[in-house]
T-cell receptor, first 114, second 112 residues
Framework: EAGVVQSPRYKIIEKKQPVAFWCNPISGHNTLYWYLQNLGQGPELLIRYENEEAVDDSQLPKDRFSAERLKGVDSTLKIQPAELGDSAVYLC????????????FGQGTRLTVV | TQLLEQSPQFLSIQEGENLTVYCNSSSVFSSLQWYRQEPGEGPVLLVTVVTGGEVKKLKRLTFQFGDARKDSSLHITAAQPGDTGLYLCAGALRYNFNKFYFGSGTKLNVKP
């Protein structure tokens, strides 16, 4: 079974430019998460989807960040315009919507804004 | 303040030593997970604990869930350089099991 797939793995952009990250969760996983992780720290939740509905986006900076999960499968996270402080690793995770099941993570996208 | 407090933040030890990492909260969790993350990779699940007082062993790693389901510990016996990485605890609250909260992580370096 394929794991969570993210692309690209690395992205370097200039500040004020737009950027997009893509995530394909594990087949059958209803819940999808986007996390931001700074170096050496724990992931911080940006947004959580249950199928195609964003049920928790309170930590998403909506002035510049947007996300979508059309058809409740793949998801895209966008930043426009990017700022220097957005440099981080963006992780996608998915899980089934049952108690006690764990989340599975993709390898992440390392974003560098210069 | 974070819902899950992990300690210590950093740990640098010699090969063969034992160590314990702690994950504490004032909230009750329905389950707690421990992940290990290597540089440039996503977190990889080590274990899930769901019952208060539960102890799980994975080779040289021993995981314990507190009786009140508010805390957990990870103990590594005879650490090896291959254990080096960022260890993360994560938990799902009792009444919102779809939302995971992560600890700040413990960066472990095992020197040969």
């Amino acid at each position: 079974e394929a794991g969570v797939v993210q692309s690209p793995r690395y992205k370097i952009i200039e500040k004020k430019q737009p950027v997009a990250f893509w995530c394909n969760p594990i087949s059958g996983h209803n819940t999808l998460y986007w996390y931001l992780q700074n170096l050496g720290q724990g992931p911080e939740l940006l947004i959580r989807y249950e199928n195609e509905e964003a049920v928790d986006d309170s930590q998403l900076p909506k002035d510049r960040f947007s996300a979508e999960r059309l058809k409740g499968v793949d998801s895209t996270l966008k930043i426009q315009p990017a700022e220097l402080g957005d440099s981080a690793v963006y992780l996608c995770a998915s899980r089934t919507r049952t108690v006690y099941t764990e989340a599975f993570f993709g390898q992440g996208t390392r974003l560098t804004v210069v | 303040t974070q819902l899950l407090e992990q300690s210590p933040q950093f740990l640098s030890i010699q090969e063969g030593e034992n160590l314990t990492v702690y994950c504490n909260s004032s909230s009750v969790f329905s389950s707690l997970q421990w992940y290990r993350q290597e540089p440039g990779e996503g977190p990889v699940l080590l274990v899930t604990v769901v019952t208060g007082g539960e102890v799980k062993k994975l080779k040289r790693l021993t995981f314990q869930f507190g009786d009140a389901r508010k805390d957990s510990s990870l103990h590594i016996t005879a650490a090896q350089p291959g254990d080096t990485g960022l260890y993360l605890c994560a938990g799902a609250l009792r009444y919102n099991f779809n939302k995971f909260y992560f600890g700040s992580g413990t960066k472990l370096n095992v020197k040969p």
